[in-house]
Structure formats: C-alpha cells, structure tokens
C-alpha cells in the first residue's frame, strides 16, 4: 500500500515547512521538502492543502480501565477516542482491577489490547510496598516504566513505605513515573475541611484539600530519592508553581532526556483552573487538583523553558452518576484523549506556545523519555503513525461526538477552531474525516 500526504504544513523536530510525505506500507518512505506534489504511482492521496502534518501523539498517562472497571471505560472505545484526536500511541496505567502489580497481570492486559486496542500500546508496571523484587524479572523492551503511587489511591498501591520507596529508587531499571501528593497532609486537611463545611464539602475545596503543601512535599521527597540513587523520574500531572522550583530550566532536548528528574503537565491542567469549578463543578474534579489561575500560569510558562518536558492528559474516565457530589463523594478523572490536541491547539492560538514547541512535548518527548523505537517523528524509515490537523474548520462538542464510553466531556458544547481530518497509525487509515475502520487493531510498542 502506497499512500501520498500532499500540500500540507509538516511540523516536525523543530521546524515547519511545506511539503509531502509518502508511506508505504507502515513506514514512512520520504519526505519531500517542496510545495509541489510528487509524481508516480499511488494507492492513496490525501490532499492536505491547508493543513498541518503531526507525528501521532503519544499519550504517557492514561487510564483504560480495563480490566475490572469495564462499566467507565475499556481498551476499545477509550482507543477509539485516542484515534478521533490525532493520538497513535498510548502508555495505560496500573490501577485497574486486578492491578497491574504482577507479571501475570501485565501479561494479561497485553493479551487484552492485543484483540481489542485500535492504536498503539504499553502498559505501566505497578509498584506496590512489596513488590520491588519482581522488577529484574519485567521485559524492559516491552513497557515504559515503573508507575509509583506516592499519594492517595485505591488497594495497596499507595507506597508509604520509607524503606519500600528506597528500594523502588535504588533497584528500578526503568523510569519511575510518580504521583505525588503527601497523603498525611491531604487527611489532616480533609478532616479540617469536614469540621468546617460538613461531610461532603464543596468541589471548590478540592485544591485546599489537596494542596499546595501535599504536592509539593510529596514531589520534593521524590526528587531526593531520584538524586540520591540517580534514577530516572518523571513526575506525573505537575499542579503548583511551587513544584516547579524542583526542576531545572533547559533547553536542550537532550538534556531533558538525560535529566534525572522530567515532568509531566496535564492538557486539563493547562486549560483549566480553580475558577472554572463554578461552573464545571464536579466534572473537572482530577488528583491532584486542578488549582490557581496563578499556578495554571506557571505551568504554561514551564511548557517553553524546559521545566515540563511532556504533555498528557491523565485521561480517565467514570460514569456521569460517579461525579455528583463534592470534594469527598465525587469521584476524580475525566476523559480527555479525544480533545487533548485540539485543546493544547487552542493554546497554541493563544500565544502560550508554538505549534513547534508543540510537537516537542507531545509527540518527540514521550518518545525520548521513554525509549520508543522508530515512533514520535516524522523521520524516514520510522513507523508511520501521522496526524492531519485543519485550523480551519470549526465544530462544537455534542454527546453524539464523544467516543468514550461514559459519553461526557467537561468540553461538552465548547467550539474548537482546529479539527482532526485525519489519524495514520502504522501506516493504515485508521480515522479519514469521520469515517473510523473499527477492524483496525494497533501494535504493542517497543522501547529502548
């Protein structure tokens, strides 16, 4: 199969320029740096005129739900939605039922998007306080790191284990991504909120609650830990300006990717901020916290010096009926896959990045940081995983349009200016302007 991208705006390692880009098979085969067409023979062509040509998005951060939570969320739509927004590769997280904590069940989520995940795939390897001694056993061409639960979470996967958090830092021979909130500091301020404003208080005390302090302390403590034994940490969903005072200032992409200590900023957490509970409520309530306007803008201001080094979204999804209530009842999560680029785009409009920049943290650094082999670029000889964006069609979020299985999104009638036309991942059509091939099934990603 030889298929021809033409007349399009390619954005890739830096730069933007006109040109053409032919696949075959699922390899991208050259690209061709001149406004005009090629010449020969071709399968397919996608006219891009007036688009702009990504790698797939690579998403470090998301949460399926399957197996054990099927009712919210599972490989199949969740992937779908991916694909509706220009994402081909996704790293899916420990905290399912059963938890991905054992050899056995990592296995069996292979197996599971294996039959059923429409785009490409990998699976974060739970640590819990007593299962270090499983980590030289894990395949490290298979998966993409170690995932640390520094914070509140659900079963044993909370790590609060002094003795165990040494032992994950000193032994793991992958990246350790972390979730750092301080949970000692986020019960003695839920008591301190339930004392003050009754058993469920209010979503906008969700940040109180899970505060500043909780993050931070959490996030210095997992900054030690990486310094003193020189692993390899990656901090999920960054939240606080003062979280940022952790992380150095840099340029260099290569210095991020050999930097001991990278973050992670959420696209929710960059388009929203405590503000919007008035109006969102319980519906962008997410841990750690969605927080200030004066946080959201450091975080942006971090997207371009090199203090947030990749953009994900966290994406995870619970049934409309879970999100009543307040900062105690409601549960936290939102879907986000389907309009993270669009969203980031908007952003881009904003002055708050460049399409470039752009790319870098969405596409080039999740590849980077992780080792993914042959994806995240628009290179020769790399899979050819493509996503073709039009700034000039403008639609609004209805529930028919949303491809998860809960059927909400916080951006649920908000109009977006860009527009996904197009997903390529390994090289298959697999999203052509609404029309999706729901037979299609991704690959199992490779690193290092």
């Known amino acids: 199969m030889k298929t021809l991208i033409s007349h399009a705006t390619i954005v890739n390692e830096g730069r933007s320029f006109q040109g ?34 990504f790698p797939g998005v690579i998403d470090d951060h998301v949460h399926f739900r399957e197996p054990g939570l099927t009712q919210k969320a ?27 904590t054992s050899l056995e069940t990592l296995n069996e ?7 059923s995940s429409h785009v490409n795939y990998s699976f974060f390897f739970g640590a819990t306080n007593g299962n270090a001694h499983l980590f ?24 609060d284990k002094k003795a165990a958090l040494e032992e994950i830092f000193r032994t793991s021979p992958l990246p350790i ?67 940022l005072e952790l992380l150095k200032k840099v340029q260099s992409a290569e210095f991020i990717v050999h930097s001991y200590v990278t973050a992670e900023a959420t696209v929710s957490h960059l388009y929203f901020c405590d503000e919007d509970y008035g109006t969102l409520g319980a519906l962008i309530k997410c841990n750690p916290a969605i927080k200030t306007k004066v946080d959201r803008a450091a975080l942006r201001q971090a997207l371009t010096d090199g203090r947030i080094a990749v953009i994900g979204t966290d994406h995870a999804p619970h049934q409309l009926s879970d999100k009543q209530g307040g900062a105690a009842k409601a ?31 969405m596409c080039h650094h999740p590849a980077q940081l992780f080792d993914v082999r042959e994806r995240g670029f628009i290179r020769k000889g790399y899979k050819a995983d493509i996503v073709i964006v039009s700034p000039h069609a403008p639609w609004t979020v209805t529930k028919d349009i949303i491809q998860s299985k809960c059927q909400w999104s916080p951006m649920l009638g908000h109009t977006y200016r860009w527009q996904v036309q197009h997903t390529f991942c390994n090289g298959h059509h697999l999203y052509n302007q609404g029309v999706f091939d729901a037979h299609y099934h991704g690959e199992e990603l490779s690193f290092r």
């Not at 339930?194 to 609650?209: F, L, M, N, S, T």
């Open 109 to 115: 989520k292979f197996l599971l998007a294996q039959r």
């Open 20 to 53: 053409s880009l032919i696949i075959e098979d699922d390899r991208i085969a050259d690209i061709i740096e001149k406004p005009s067409a090629p010449q020969g023979q071709f399968d397919q062509t996608v006219d891009a005129t007036g688009c702009f040509v």
């Open 177 to 243: 991504m972390a979730h750092c909130e301080d949970t000692s500091i986020i019960n003695r301020n839920m008591t301190e909120a339930k004392a003050r404003y009754g058993d469920d208080p209010a979503v906008i005390h969700h940040p109180e609650i899970r505060s500043e302090e909780a993050c931070y302390e959490s996030s210095r403590l997992a900054v030690e830990l990486a310094r003193k034994y020189h692993a390899r940490l990656h901090i999920a969903h960054l939240t606080t300006a003062k979280e």
């Open 331 to 361: 549960t936290s999560g939102m879907p986000m896959i389907q309009f993270s680029l669009v969203t980031m785009l908007e952003l881009v409009d904003a002055g708050v990045l460049s399409v470039e920049r752009l790319v870098e943290l």
């Open 74 to 100: 599972d490989i199949e739509s969740e992937s779908r939605a991916a694909a509706f927004g220009g994402v081909t590769s996704y790293f899916d997280m420990p905290n399912t039922v059963p938890q991905t």
């Open 136 to 159: 030289p056993q894990l395949d490290i061409h298979r998966i993409p790191g170690i995932k640390l639960f520094m914070g509140s979470s659900t079963g044993n996967m909370l790590v």
